[in-house]
């Protein structure tokens, strides 16, 4: 019995001592860099500059682009407005009825075509029913 014990407590002191020595390793690849040339300086105009100034917040501040003008803005709303009307009005209409007749044929023969789909590699000893 005193065999078996011992065998055990040095098999696993073996085996904890060449984990340990793996995770070192690691530890210690991980910290090597293969970087040996000078840090890459950054561009002169990157990041905040400080002026010496307080920034005036009662200037408005330029506008990227042209604006729209209350007329302009108006065409577009109602143009827009007219395309919605228009989209509208081609899904309206008797289609959707026979459609949803359709919807609902598919729904319902849809589950057992599935199923039979699935369930097609049957055993005609186990099922009776198995085509």
């Known amino acids: 019995m005193t065999i078996n014990i011992g065998e055990t407590v040095f098999f696993d002191a073996a085996r904890f001592c060449r ?29 905040p500059k400080d002026t010496g100034t ?36 081609k899904s309206s209409g008797g289609a959707a009825v026979a459609n949803q007749a359709a919807l609902a044929d598919l729904a319902a023969k849809h589950g057992p075509q599935a199923l039979k789909q699935i369930e097609g590699k049957c055993d005609p000893a186990l099922d009776p029913t198995c085509k």
Do not use: Y
């Open 19 to 47: 984990i340990g020595a793996a995770i070192v390793l690691l530890g210690i690849a991980g910290c090597s860099s293969t970087n040996t040339g000078a840090p890459v300086p950054m561009a002169e105009n990157a990041g």
């Open 54 to 89: 307080f920034p005036n917040l009662n200037i408005p501040p330029k506008v990227a682009n042209k604006q729209l003008t209350p007329a302009e803005t108006n065409a577009k709303l109602a143009e827009l407005k007219a395309d919605g009307a228009a989209q509208g009005a």
